[in-house]
């Protein structure tokens, strides 16, 4: 750990002693109201829906279908605060390296703070170089748009693909996908991640190269998966444009930092467009790497995007933690990781422009911390990084809705929907707000088995009907899915995650399990391709897959 950082938190995190203390007074807590029913806890206290409800930027929170009590509430708050939490969050908001392991800032906040801020990395303000990238990628997305932007036969470009993979492709995808109501539909938007042939052959079936554009998005622009695709995407545009190597520099552009490789490319560097390495992959979706998503829905709109962020980086900056929307969302995640034991968080968008939000989470919160050590290298006390996964309503409620309610494991779930809709038919909104208000009904109290006897429900199949209830859930309401909310509903559980981290003292912004995978990949790849039987010094079981894999190549 740095000695600055280190000094200012010697009071808070790496004291164990005050963390500890609170820490036994929450699992002592815990045994006292495991038991308790949300029927009880509503029954007790009428006011209990209105009163643990918190509502900021125009987004409304409520958490009181929890299993906690204000003295919950109380003692998770006090954790946070003895963890260190807002020093934490100061130190990442000064610009100071908090991603430990990497000796890196951690400042995706700077990409999306207004022209009249100022933000210091090693002495210098970043945010004058923020804005000059994002007035490159306007004015090159406006010519775009407009058709001022030609390829190399003259024709304007009607297709963007976007050639990433990790936060260079989930973030796009998931932005493009959410905002897709405010996208231009006279344009073709697809997106290449896997290093599957199968990718990037559908993303470009049916295209014509000369109304294409490739987006190639790698810092270093050697990524294995990414530079494999973009050579692979190069050699079909030229196929298709008659083999000109010209053509390159009006279909394809970079967001990279490598000006050398980009060039090499074939790309000119005056349109490639630089992020820093104080942008974590995960985080990237407001840098550069968000340029197919601001070719997609327009400059303003990318702006309002970047204002929901900021927005909601502010309020968790400076709002007291019993009122802060991410702060209150990471004590309710850690309270059932740590203390019931659930191993998983359902996110559950009751918006179809929101399909792709579970999978774009899932990297946010578990690359973040699915960590083992702290950040002096010691290992956990306890559990860290939930799974996160879900699907939009009402789709799962006819497929895994059956777990979360009768199931053995307690699934908590965040539910997200809005109060009106972007392309309103009929009822169809109104049916699809009910379910969002049922279902959290139907998991917190259930239906016992007295009242399905008063119901005359056969005696045979009243156990098979019965709903234990007393599953949590949170309700995330906003006006309508707009650039500006779904900024603030990324910004909301990036800073959810940070909170986690705090407590947990992990470092939440470096990712060293993606690493050893990578490494064995590329000493294996010249066993696969090697014409001589290469010699194998792995373990017999992966001896055996390369050998099986060799001879079945050789029978094609």
């Known amino acids: ?48 829906g209105e009163r643990l409800s918190a509502e900021a930027l125009g987004l409304h929170l409520d958490y009181s279908k929890n299993r906690i009590t204000d003295e919950t509430l109380s003692l998770l708050t006090k954790l946070a605060h003895v963890s260190g939490l807002q020093e934490r969050i100061d130190a990442m908001f000064r610009g100071e390296k908090i ?41 090159f997305a406006t010519r775009v748009r407009t058709g001022e932007w030609k390829g190399h036969t003259g024709k304007r470009i009607r297709n963007v693909i976007n050639v990433g993979i990790g936060g260079s492709d989930l973030g796009p995808v998931m932005a493009y996908e959410a905002l897709k109501h405010y996208s231009d539909r006279g344009m073709t938007f697809r997106f290449v991640s896997n290093i599957d042939s199968t990718d990037l052959a559908e993303a470009v079936r049916e295209l014509d190269p000369a109304e294409t554009m490739f987006v190639i998005s790698s810092k270093t622009f050697t990524t294995l998966e990414t530079m ?78 970047l204002s929901g962020l900021h ?112 392309n ?15 279902q959290t009904e139907a998991l917190a109290f259930g239906k016992t088995l007295k009242e399905l006897k008063a119901e005359d429900t056969p005696e045979w199949l009243a156990p098979h009907r019965v709903f234990e209830g007393n599953r949590p859930s949170n309700t995330i309401l906003a006006e309508r899915l707009t650039p500006e909310t779904l900024g603030k509903l990324v910004a909301l559980y990036e800073q959810s995650v940070f909170t986690q981290g705090a407590i947990w003292n992990i470092d939440s ?23 001589a039987d290469p010699k194998l010094s792995h373990d017999s079981s992966t001896n055996n897959l390369i050998s099986y894999y060799r001879k079945s190549k050789e029978t094609v």
């Open 509 to 531: 912004f470096d990712q060293w399990g993606v690493e050893l995978g990578k490494v064995l990949a590329q000493a294996i790849i010249p066993e696969l391709e090697s014409k």
């Open 99 to 139: 991603n430990l392991t990497e000796k890196r800032a951690v400042l995706h906040t700077a990409l999306r703070a207004p022209r009249n801020f100022s933000v210091l990395v090693d002495g210098e303000d970043v945010v004058p170089k923020v804005h000059a990238v994002l007035d490159r990628m306007g004015a």
């Open 311 to 422: 927005q909601m980086d502010e309020h968790f900056r400076t709002t007291p933690f019993e009122h802060n929307l991410p702060v209150l969302m990471g004590l309710l995640a850690l309270w059932y990781n740590d203390f019931f034991g659930a191993q998983t968080v359902a996110v559950l968008p009751y918006e179809q422009y929101l399909k792709r939000f579970p999978a774009y989470l899932q990297q946010l919160t578990m690359e973040s911390n699915g960590k083992h050590v702290t950040v002096d290298g010691k290992r956990v006390a306890q559990p860290t990084g939930p799974i996160y996964w879900g699907e939009p309503g009402t789709n799962g409620q006819h497929s895994f809705y059956q777990l979360i309610h009768q199931g053995t494991r307690l699934v908590p779930c965040d539910f997200i929907a809005f109060c009106q809709p972007l």
């Open 424 to 438: 309103p038919i009929g009822r169809h909104h109104d049916m699809l707000f009910a379910n969002v208000c049922a």
């Open 1 to 48: 750990m740095t000695k600055d950082i280190a000094v200012r938190t010697a009071t808070a995190a790496n004291n164990p002693a005050p963390r500890l203390q609170v820490w036994r007074e929450l699992e002592a807590h815990f045994e006292k109201i495991k038991d308790l029913h949300l029927r009880q806890l509503f029954a007790d206290d009428p006011k209990r």
């Open 228 to 305: 494999t695709n973009a050579r692979s995407a190069r050699a079909w545009l030229l196929a298709g444009l008659g083999g000109d190597e010209k053509s390159v520099a009006k279909h394809f552009v970079a967001v990279s930092t490598n000006a050398s490789e980009v060039s090499k490319f074939g790309i000119d560097t005056a349109n490639m467009f630089e992020f820093w390495d104080w942008v974590g992959g995960r985080y990237s979706m407001s840098s550069a790497i968000g340029l197919s998503t601001m070719v997609a829905i327009g400059p303003d709109n990318f702006q309002a995007m």
